[in-house]
């Protein structure tokens, strides 16, 4: 009981705090730019954020980060990109649009030797922001790259209610104009993707005999029947190749809208890929790449968070796994798809092949 009561007024207390926090911000939008060509543009430079992790010459930091995956600065850059020397407090509200891409670069990452992260802004929109993120660890006498991160990140107003205006980006050399470029390139193809998806237009030719040879390799020729399906040598159902999990998203997981910080929902998302991945090769995987994490929904403190995870591909060591998160209403019973995750591992042994059983790709 008695720790009950603490979680209500402690509950209580951050909601308090929440609205005042808010009602703060709420005073900032004064200070936004009515449009784009009213604020200074900036270069890559004046983003330029170098972090450093001490985990070889402090010790203490180690147990802190021993599980330390995937968590970077990328915020700070975005702030730098927009900053105003003038104003005390930003009166922006920069939030996560979606992971574009996540590159390892390395299997092993030392607990204990020192790691630096740097990172700039490559292209910007209207109102987003495009950010780079390398991350390289000390050891053997040199920093040697582990990791290379793509974000996306896009501007509000202080109440997180509209879009807001950021900084142009001007490039300069033909090292900063490259990245700018494969910025335009990326927004180009996350638009033909986001169109191209099944939930709006049929498979391709290509797709389609892909689906029909698989559906082919496990019919049954005896019978010759659509309820008569054969497992092929060295495969598993697709159907036996689902973890699933549940997480309650408690206060502290929030940011500074009151919501679960979108971290948090990245590595359950990874440690619960991770482990199916893990299941369907019978090893432990490594992680090869993070691909598409789009934020469409924000979760909310208190919600019952559903994960469910599918093995969707697989080729020789390689296993695709898809995440799909989504918010289920113990009221109203409805389900909300909030995340959509896509990870690939990578096995020390071939793994089996996926087969279609009685669903369909």
Known sequence: VRNRLREIVGASTNWRDHKQMMAERASLCSLLASCQEDLPVRSMKDSYVEVHLPLGTQPLLREKYLTFHNTVRYLLICYSHTRNKALQRSPLSIV???????????????????????????????????????????????????????????????????????????????????????????????VELSTASLLKVAPTDEERKLIHSIFLNTLDSKTVSFRSRVLPPNSVWMEDAKVKGLEICHPQER???????????????????????????????????????????????????????????????????????????????????TNVFHFTFTSPEEVPQYSDGTHSL
């Open 96 to 190: 996560t649009a979606l992971v574009d891409k996540i590159d390892m670069r390395k299997n092993i990452i030392y607990p204990d030797c020192d790691i630096k992260f740097t990172g700039h802004v490559t292209w910007v929109g209207k109102t987003s922001i495009e950010a780079k993120i390398h991350m390289s660890q000390f050891h053997d006498g040199d920093y040697t790259p582990v990791l290379d991160a793509t974000f996306v990140m896009v501007a509000r107003d202080p109440e997180n209610k509209r879009a807001a205006y950021v900084n142009p980006l001007k490039p300069e050399g033909q090292e900063e104009e490259k990245f700018f470029q494969e910025g335009e390139v990326n927004k180009k193809r996350r």
């Open 255 to 337: 940011n500074i809208f009151n919501r679960i910080f979108g971290g948090f929902l990245m590595r359950k998302a990874y440690e619960l890929g991770w482990a199916n991945a893990c299941s369907y090769g019978g090893c432990r995987p490594n992680l090869v790449a993070v691909d598409d994490i789009l934020f469409q929904k924000p979760v909310e403190i208190g919600s019952l968070l559903l994960l469910s995870s599918q093995v969707c591909y697989t080729e020789g060591k390689y296993i695709q796994v898809r995440v799909h998160t989504e918010v289920l209403d113990p009221l109203t019973r409805q389900h909300n798809t």
